[in-house]
C-alpha cells in the first residue's frame, strides 16, 4: 500500500527536479497574488553598491547548495540562482514555494520541515539555505512556539553542514517578525556553523526602495537586494 508520505515524498522529487540547476533560468518567477509591482522604478538601488562580502576562493566552496524558501525566494529565483552559481558551486537547487510554512502545509505547498527532510534523506547538499518563518510571522503566541518550529528545522539539518538562515520581515506582523528573528539568532549563534542573513534589517533601513506596497515581497529592486544579501551571507558562512 503506498501511504500519504510516500506520495508526499514523490511530489516532493518531482518539486525538487525542477528546480535543481547549474544555472538553470528556465523556472519562472512565481508572482505572489497579492504583490504589486508599485515602486518597482522608484528610488533604484545600485546593484553594485549591495556587494557586502566577497566570494570566497574556490577551494571553499562546497560542491552543492540547496536553498528551502516561499514566495520572497520564488520571487528572486533568477537572481538567486545566478549569484549563487556564480560563486562555482556545482549544484544549485533553489526550492521555493508561495505560501510555504516551516511546519503547517503538507501539498500545494509543501512545508519547509517536509522539503528538507526528503531532500536531506535523499541527497544531502553540503550547504543549506533557509527562507522560511515569514508567513509564520505573528501567528504564534509564545517563544516556546516559535523555538519549536526553528529547533525542529535544524534537528533535520547536520550540524557540521554549513547554514545560512534568511530572517523575516513583514510589515503587518513586526512584533512577530522580532520575536521569530532573535530566537533564530540567538538559536544559530548556538548551533555554531551558521549565519543569518538579515533581510529584516535591510527592510527596515529602505522599505520604500526594495519591498511592493503589501510591506512584505521584493520589488526588482529588492530581488537584487535579496538574492545579494543571500550570496553575502553564503560567502560569510564559508570565509
Known amino acids: ?7 508526499l515524498f514523490a511530489a516532493a522529487a518531482t518539486t525538487v527536479a525542477a528546480c535543481s540547476s ?3 533560468l528556465t523556472q519562472p518567477i512565481v508572482n505572489p497574488a497579492n504583490a504589486t509591482n508599485s ?16 566570494n570566497p576562493t574556490e577551494d571553499k566552496i ?12 520564488a520571487l ?7 549569484v549563487i552559481t556564480d560563486m562555482g558551486f556545482e ?37 543549506w539555505v ?46 512577530g517578525c522580532v520575536q521569530f528573528n532573535n530566537l533564530l539568532k540567538a538559536t544559530l549563534a548556538e548551533r555554531g556553523n551558521a549565519t543569518v542573513a538579515d533581510w529584516y534589517q535591510q527592510c527596515v533601513a529602505r522599505a520604500s526602495d526594495i519591498l511592493t506596497d503589501d510591506g512584505v515581497h521584493p520589488n526588482k529592486n529588492g ?8 550570496r553575502s551571507a553564503i560567502a560569510t558562512r564559508l570565509t
Do not use: C
Open 130 to 175: 533557509i527562507a522560511l518563518g515569514t508567513n509564520d510571522a505573528g501567528l504564534y503566541a509564545t517563544d516556546e512556539e516559535y523555538q519549536g518550529l526553528i529547533d525542529e528545522m535544524l534537528d533535520v539539518i547536520d550540524d557540521d553542514t554549513p547554514l545560512v538562515w534568511v530572517n523575516t520581515y513583514r510589515d503587518d506582523h513586526l512584533d
Open 22 to 24: 547549474k544555472r538553470d
Open 223 to 230: 530581488i537584487l537586494v535579496f538574492a545579494d544579501l543571500v
Open 62 to 73: 562546497p560542491a552543492s547548495v540547496v536553498m528551502v524558501g516561499d514566495s520572497i525566494s
Open 39 to 54: 515602486g518597482d522604478q522608484a528610488n533604484p538601488v545600485d546593484a553594485s553598491a549591495v556587494l557586502t562580502q566577497p
Open 1 to 7: 500500500m503506498i501511504s500519504r508520505r510516500h506520495l
Open 91 to 127: 549544484t544549485v537547487t533553489i526550492n521555493a514555494e508561495s505560501s510555504r510554512r516551516i511546519e503547517i502545509g503538507r501539498k500545494n505547498p509543501t512545508n519547509g520541515l517536509d522539503i528538507v527532510s526528503f531532500i536531506n534523506g535523499a541527497d544531502p547538499p553540503e550547504m
Open 76 to 82: 528572486s529565483q533568477e537572481a538567486l540562482d545566478a
